[in-house]
Every structure is written in C-alpha cells, then in structure tokens.
C-alpha cells in the first residue's frame, strides 16, 4: 500500500523539517482534488488523475497512484465515466490513514 523505501529515501533526502512541509502540501493539494472529484466534477478526470498518480508516487502512496493510472489511461480513452472513483477515493483515504498512522515509526 505504502512504498515505505521510497518515504524513506524522500525524508533522507530533503531533511526531516522539509519532509514535513511536503507531506502537509502534499495532503492540501491531493485533498483539493479529491474533494472535486468526490462532488463528481469530472470535467478534467483525466488531467486530475494524471496529477493525484504523480504526487502519490512521490510521496509512496503506491497502490493509490495504481489506480489512478488506471483510472487516467481509463479517461484517456473515452470513458471517464467508466472511472471507479468511488474506489480510487477509498484507495486514498485508506492509504492517507497508513501512512499517517505509521509515519511517526519511520526512522
């Protein structure tokens, strides 16, 4: 669910104060898409999936980012109605969880 490894590498390579600002902009930013999608604004799916895949593999969230490639190349095809966003925002909201319930053991 979690590239731990990848989490690791991010926070090593920035600093931990840093890590922290891109983890609250990251949460901010994906959350502001996930809220247009959730009220079923899917004028630019492809566009959004195409940036929540982006910013969730940055930050680990691997299975999430999965789905949103699906979901893209699903869109980029001609059925963005077809997108499962339903589970797409579950895949987020379950990760979002693991990860911030498991960030603070991340040494």
């Known amino acids: ?53 982006g910013s969730a593999l940055n930050l680990g969230f691997e299975d999430f980012s999965q789905l949103c490639q699906i979901g893209e190349r699903q869109s980029a095809e001609g059925d963005a109605q077809g997108v499962d966003l339903a589970e797409i925002l579950d895949k987020f909201e379950t990760s979002k969880q693991r990860f911030l319930a498991d960030l603070p053991n991340l040494k």
């Open 1 to 53: 669910m979690i590239d731990w490894p990848r989490v690791k590498e991010l926070k090593d390579e920035i600093g931990p104060d840093d890590f922290a600002e891109v983890v609250e902009l990251f949460l901010e930013e994906v959350e502001e898409v996930v809220g247009k999608l959730r009220s079923g604004d899917r004028s630019q799916l492809e566009q959004d999936l195409h940036f929540l895949k």
